[in-house]
């Protein structure tokens, strides 16, 4: 059974940096894609980043592009968010998904498995 596990959400101030962590287990990932959503109180959950575990290509939302990163660690079995210059408008809950699938994709509803998700506000 695969299982997500995310960490590193908190409270930060605006222009502070955060890494996220997605601790995955359950099974090989090479073929599977990871991606990062978010959810804000009163939203819908929006897509974040995406790539998949053996590399390639990694999709941004326009709203984070140039300011978060998506990695991993192989040998953790591990994949990372890293956010920088973080803005008030990033404070929501980010969950970390995964989809045996070639292909990253955006779609939220392409994923089977998701994290239990982390918190992070940022204050003004």
């Known amino acids: 059974q695969v299982q997500l596990v995310e960490s590193g959400g908190g409270l930060v101030q605006v222009g502070g940096p955060l890494r996220l962590s997605c601790a995955a287990s359950?099974?090989?990932?090479?073929?599977?894609?990871m991606g990062w959503f978010r959810q804000a109180p009163g939203k819908e959950r929006e897509f974040v980043a995406a790539?998949?575990?053996?590399?390639?290509?990694?999709l941004y939302a326009d709203s984070v592009k140039g300011r978060f990163a998506m990695s991993r660690d192989n040998a953790k079995n591990t994949v990372y968010l890293q956010m920088n210059n973080l803005r008030p408008e990033d404070t929501a809950v980010y969950y970390c998904a995964a989809v045996k699938k070639y292909m990253p994709t955006m779609k939220s509803a392409e994923y089977d498995y998701w994290g239990q998700g982390t918190q992070v506000t940022v204050s003004s």
């Open positions: 359950g099974r090989t990932f090479n073929d599977y894609c």
């Open positions: 790539n998949r575990w053996s590399g390639g290509t990694t």
